[in-house]
């Protein structure tokens, strides 16, 4: 617990001290005062409080007196910064915050800490303060914010405490962000950390298997829940949820053979479900689903009847009720229960279809069209262009409907108002039952209620009621043969996925005609999971279920499944499924014992997202009211007033009643605008939150390696002295000598910002005529010089008379038909842009989904395409002529709406051609480069590894069609790239310079990617509006293409073409600092570095002279850095009592990285005993260790350096005064 910067009992003692000065100060007090000062017992118990203990404290029954000690703490210090005038100690506000946090006091915790902030400027090395920070934060779902702080506390202390409930919320918040590789890896790394965390492992457990169902792995999924279940003393409300999972998602998704049968699964697993919690209104209804789809109806209803009674009556199983009934040709009842669900929840966009699909049904187009507009204004309609066309089409065609229908007419609104609430028909029923047993109150209430109901008959028979038996037949044949202009399973399938996002960064006003794309819909259901898995006993139980799950497409029978409404059906439908699976993942905490889950309002922030109308309230109030308490706070008014900035915010604890209360009224109040509230209220509150807490921007640096002077490369000998006595209590990394550098930054967007002209640069592009302008030495230097993001050299293969036919595809077909290739799926797009694949909006993200083939198999598929685009061609030619003017109208209808659908295509990418054997003509024919370019060579940094990255330092082959796209990147460890077009067709390249990547990075967790892992392709009018320099330019057949250091760029294909790269590292200050730079940043958000930086630069020092005093330096201080940790670490460990033992290494044994967090391991590795005795060596880092075996009695440590040699080569590696021409020499030394 010691890790932390902040001494804490110290910030305790100086409030002691501040006291005693001010006392002496002003000699006078009041007895007030004397109440307000800590007791000597009451500062020690408090010394050791902060954030670290968040969740692990009780604050209710035996907790109380905790509770009052913090109380009184917050009152106490909050007087003295009164008193003080805010002239405080920095230390004092972190610890206010750590108070209140602990408190549950979120929105003073956060004033507190940003105070803290703001007057330290190196609060980064406080890991408990970030801790905090992040979890007020992660309250709040500002998960951008809450990631941020908590990957810094892993970068400055990857030892810190509480790793595994960052590893937790890391995982969960990235869920909700689609960003599920991030979310997965993070889940593992609390798994196997054996420390305490809020969540028992079973629970993490039911996330990873939830979150392969999310991902629409259902056969991973099914196997972890299933091996789930065979967990011994499973609590029982996650076996419950489990087997709800299962059950449903065996209802929804093809696992298991046909229908009948997975339809018995599903039952079999949810009547366990209910066996374990016979409670559990989900459950009940989704039972009542499966029956449904199975014709029992008397079952069904049975389940619906008890999900309604088990839990708060919810708009979705109201809204089945309706679809069975329709199907009993019951249409009032179904009339009934639609309007039911559509009172619970005004905006159940799939209620008011299905609604309306009633009402056409029975002829009454006034009344369909009313219901199709309250779909299409509610938030969660996102078929509104198909409901537009609909109600188009019915306001045209009603002339002839008005006959049938003046007979029935009765205005929606009316029985909308006449109706009952379900609650009110449910008390009614209750009232009735008990009727003889009735206070007078009741009895009145019965009266009321009755009369109510009796109206609502009439007004039922009178009115709709006879419009809707009427026109019963005619909803068989009659006129509604059009009527599948959208089939409700896609309906739904958008409605569910755009109910009430409360993604923080979301745009919650979407335009009324866009269908969300598939990343919102991503995220909702994660969102929902996630929440559900956080504490899903308050939610179940207490509120209403959700409002974000859709209702079965059952009515989409009727409707036919003609739909065109959406381009895939078949995809949306399992969206729908999974959407709705999702929304029930809820394992509880409630019961366990050890566990604070239950009343840990912070964990439910994540509920949010499930909870709709919560945050018309509590949340959002707050979030709102975080910045006025801590923006208006100038010096002055802080100090004058503390405790009034600091409770300005609503200190009102999210409750459950609050989030039915809300909902109710949100009922009447269809424009009430609650979710533009919300999501303004959220927006502000990221945007405020980026004024007051500029983590990122304002402290934007590269300090991983500082620039310094060549003084502060002091021998080995006397570094390690000073070292020596160090690290004496425990393995700490903090060091003296070596200050710690603060969490790497992107940088910030270069200032001035360029002027609108100069924002598309020419290529710089150099035009080769022989082989001597190839091998000119300038080149070379052109090329790497950092003021050129990319270099075109034009004409190469035929100035070198390269032999590109080598890598054409009918030769690789020849030379290795066999060989592997991964595909990638994408969609065709127009030109530069790139659209969500129903073509409604432009997107950063890019379908590109892998799977694998041979070079035969794609050659073939290259070469139809080929042919298919002929025939098109001519097909196109003959048609043009016969319908010009056709073409015309229809493409200026398309220019403004509707993409897609978009055609698919398949990208040959990353194929593997490092094998000399396989391969020989092929690499032979490219050792003809110039050095520079070549993939081996002596000034290549690539080169010094000693071990092959594939695809960095060897050759990587790419075969496509037009528009195969690489999407948005910067290449591994930001090394160089060369690429070489072999034809027959162009590639067309978009190229961003280094300092702007922090631009892309934004844009990228704007549109929740992850910029180093998702697939992006950036709108280039965003990168318009963001003066964001792009470099555009068409590489021909034979031109090479250099990709500078760091240089952001994407690609498509013109036409058909393969393409040869591979990555090249010059020996110069930029390449080597960048790569270090990309090395921490990627450490900093968990991805594996593909370039081992440390052992590079041992290999660095040993084989290469340096004449460059800049690159010499950073080399030098990173081998001072590394040399010091395996030093103290050593001596730790020897102190420690724990045996290193000798290991060496063989010549090109590759580096080493942790088997579980994938970071660098070098010289002493933590590898199982197991392994060690099997010689398969698993490695582990040293913290990884210590997660699953604290006293590292699971590890040995194997030594692969000796200290003396290291030593050696530190030494001896020093600056050479000769000034070379070029690298190349430099290197060849
Ligand atoms: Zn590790």
């Not at 404290?57 to 703490?73: N, P, Q």
């Not at 298991?256 to 209804?285: C, F, M, R």
């Not at 983590?695 to 640096?701: A, D, E, I, N, Y």
Request: aromatic share 8%; glycine share 6%; hydrophobic share 35%.
């Amino acid at each position: 617990m010691n890790s932390c910067g902040v001494s804490l009992s110290a910030a305790t003692v100086a409030l002691g001290d501040e006291a005693k000065k001010m006392a002496a100060g002003k000699a006078s007090r009041d007895s007030e005062e004397e109440s307000l000062s800590l007791t000597v017992e009451e500062r020690e118990a408090l010394g050791g409080m902060d954030s670290r203990l968040f969740g692990f404290v009780r604050l209710h029954e035996d907790g109380a007196r905790m509770k009052t000690l913090l109380g009184k703490a917050v009152r106490c210090y909050e007087s003295l910064i009164l008193k003080a005038e805010g002239k405080v100690d920095s230390d004092f506000f972190c610890q206010l915050g750590h108070f209140n946090l602990l408190l549950e006091d979120y929105s003073k915790a956060l004033s507190a800490y940003q105070r803290y902030y703001s007057l330290q400027s190196d609060y980064w090395k406080n890991a408990a303060f970030l801790y905090g920070l992040g979890l007020v934060y992660f309250y709040y779902n500002a998960f951008h914010w809450a990631i941020k702080a908590f990957q810094d506390v892993l970068y400055v202390d990857p030892s810190f405490c509480r790793a595994k409930e960052i590893h937790l919320r890391l995982g969960l918040m990235f869920k909700v962000n689609t960003d599920y590789k991030s979310s997965l890896k993070h889940f593992q790394l609390a798994l196997i950390d054996c420390n305490p965390c809020t969540l028992s492992s079973a629970e993490i457990q039911f996330h990873i298997a939830h979150l392969y169902e999310t991902q629409r792995k259902y056969h991973s999924a099914k196997e972890a829940y299933e091996q789930l279940l065979q967990t011994e003393n499973l609590p029982a409300q996650v076996k419950a949820t489990v087997l709800q999972q299962l059950g449903w998602m065996h209802h929804n998704m093809d696992i298991v053979g046909d229908k009948a049968s997975k339809e018995s699964y599903a039952i079999q697993y949810l009547q366990k479900s209910l066996e374990a919690d016979p409670n559990s209104g989900q459950s009940w209804y989704f039972l009542g689903r499966c029956y449904s789809s199975i014709g029992k109806v008397q079952d069904a209803f049975i389940s619906y009847r008890q999900s309604i009674d088990k839990s708060e009556a919810s708009a979705d199983t109201w809204c089945s009720i309706g679809v069975l009934y329709q199907q009993q040709n019951q249409p009032m009842d179904a009339l009934q229960a639609y309007i039911c669900a559509v009172q619970l929840d005004h905006g159940h966009a799939a209620a008011w279809m299905d609604l309306g699909t009633l009402y056409e049904s029975c002829n009454q187009p006034q009344d369909a069209i009313k219901c199709y507009l309250n779909a299409t204004r509610s938030k969660r309609c996102s078929n509104t262009s198909t409901l537009a066309a609909r109600i188009k089409f019915l306001q045209n065609g009603s002339d002839n409907w008005n006959v049938v229908q003046s007979l029935s007419h009765h205005p929606v609104q009316q029985v909308y108002s006449l109706c009952l609430t379900p609650q009110k028909l449910q008390h009614l029923e209750q009232l009735r039952a008990n009727r003889d047993n009735l206070s007078p109150a009741q009895k009145r209430q019965l009266e009321q209620l009755e009369s109510q109901f009796v109206l609502m008959q009439q007004v039922r028979h009178k009115g709709v009621a006879q419009g809707l038996h009427k026109s019963q037949s005619s909803c068989v044949s009659g006129p509604n043969e059009e009527q599948p202009v959208f089939s409700t399973e896609s309906a739904q399938y958008q409605q569910a996925t755009s109910t009430g996002i409360k993604k923080p960064n979301e745009h919650l006003t979407l335009p009324s005609n866009s269908v969300p794309q598939r990343n919102a819909d991503s995220h909702l259901s994660s969102h929902i999971a996630t929440s559900g898995g956080q504490q899903g006993i308050i939610f179940t139980k207490e509120s209403k279920p959700s409002k974000n799950r859709s209702l079965v497409p059952e009515t989409s029978r009727h409707t036919g499944d003609t739909s065109n409404g959406c381009a895939d059906v078949k995809g949306l439908s399992n969206h729908v499924h999974q959407l709705i699976a999702d929304a029930v993942s809820s394992p509880n905490h409630g019961d366990s014992p050890n566990l604070l889950i239950g009343d840990n309002p912070q964990l439910s922030a994540l509920l949010i997202g499930k909870a709709n109308d919560n945050v018309g309230t509590g949340t959002c109030d707050k979030v709102n009211n975080i910045h006025p308490a801590v923006h208006t706070k100038t010096d002055h008014s802080v100090a004058s007033s503390p405790s009034s900035a600091i409770s300005t915010a609503t200190p009102s604890p999210k409750s459950t009643e609050q989030a039915s209360i809300n909902s109710v009224t949100s009922l009447n109040s269809p424009h009430s605008g609650i979710h533009t509230v919300n999501g303004e209220g959220l927006e502000n509150s990221q945007n405020s939150t980026k004024v007051d807490l500029p983590l990122v921007s304002h402290r934007s640096t590269s300090q991983i390696i500082p620039s310094m002077s060549v003084s502060i490369c002091p021998s080995s000998t006397e570094v390690l002295k000073a070292f020596r006595n160090l690290g004496k209590n425990g393995l700490s990394n903090s060091c003296v000598l070596l200050d710690k550098c603060p969490p790497p930054r992107p940088p910030t967007s270069p200032y001035p910002p360029l002027p609108k002209d100069k924002l598309n640069p020419p290529t710089p592009s150099i035009y080769l005529e022989n082989k001597r302008d190839a091998f000119f030495p300038p080149l070379h230097q052109f090329c790497t010089n950092p003021k050129n993001p990319v270099t075109v050299i034009r004409g190469l293969a035929g100035a070198l008379k390269l032999d590109l036919g080598l890598f054409s595809t009918k030769t690789l077909v020849e030379a290795n038909n066999e060989h592997m290739v991964e595909v990638r799926t994408q969609l065709l797009q127009p030109a530069d842009e790139n659209w969500d694949p129903t073509g409604t909006k432009k997107i950063w993200h890019c379908e590109s989904n892998r799977s694998h083939t041979t070079i035969a198999k794609y050659a073939q598929y290259q070469a139809s395409s080929f042919q298919e685009s002929l025939r098109e061609e001519n097909e196109k030619r003959t048609q043009h002529k016969d319908h010009s003017d056709n073409e015309s109208t229809s493409s200026e209808n398309s220019g403004r709406r509707r993409k897609g659908p978009f055609k698919t295509i398949k990208f040959g990418t990353n194929i593997d051609l490092s094998d000399n054997k396989k391969w020989k003509l092929q690499l032979h024919e490219l050792t003809k480069l110039p050095a520079f370019v070549r993939v081996v060579s002596a000034g290549n940094l690539l080169s010094h590894v000693g071990h092959t990255i594939l695809g960095m330092n060897t050759v990587q082959l790419y075969m496509k069609v037009p528009g195969s796209r690489t999407p948005g990147h910067q290449e591994n460890n930001n090394f160089c790239s060369v690429n070489i077009n072999i034809g027959p067709g162009d590639c067309e390249w978009f190229v961003v310079p280094e300092d702007y990547w922090g631009v892309l990075n934004d844009f990228c967790e704007k549109n929740n990617l992850n910029f180093l892992m998702s697939s992006w392709w950036p709108n280039l009018e965003d990168l318009y509006e963001a003066n964001v320099p792009v470099y555009r330019f068409i590489q021909r057949p034979g031109d090479l293409v250099w990709i500078n250091a760091g240089t952001v760029h994407w690609v498509q294909a013109v036409g058909w073409c393969n393409n040869i790269a591979w990555n090249v590292g010059p020996l110069t200050a930029c390449q080597y600092k960048l790569a270090v730079e990309r090395y921490e940043w990627n450490k900093l958000k968990s991805v594996k570095s593909p370039v081992p930086m440390v052992h590079l630069s041992w290999n660095m020092a040993r084989n290469i002279k340096v004449s460059d005093p800049k690159l010499f330096e950073m080399i030098k201080y990173c081998l001072l850095k590394i040399l010091k940790q395996c030093q103290t670490l050593r001596e730790a460990l020897v102190a420690a009592g724990k045996e290193v033992i000798w290991h060496g290494r063989t010549n090109d044994e590759p580096a080493h990285y942790c088997s579980i967090c994938e970071v660098e391991v070098f010289n002493l590795l933590f590898v199982t005993n197991e392994s060690n005795t099997q010689k398969t060596y698993i490695v582990h880092c040293q913290d990884c260790a210590r997660k699953t075996s604290r006293s590292l009695e699971n590890f040995v440590v194997l030594e692969q350096y000796k200290m003396e040699d290291l030593i050696q080569v530190y030494d001896q590696f020093t600056l050479t005064s000769f000034f070379p021409d070029t690298a190349e020499e430099i290197g060849s030394c």
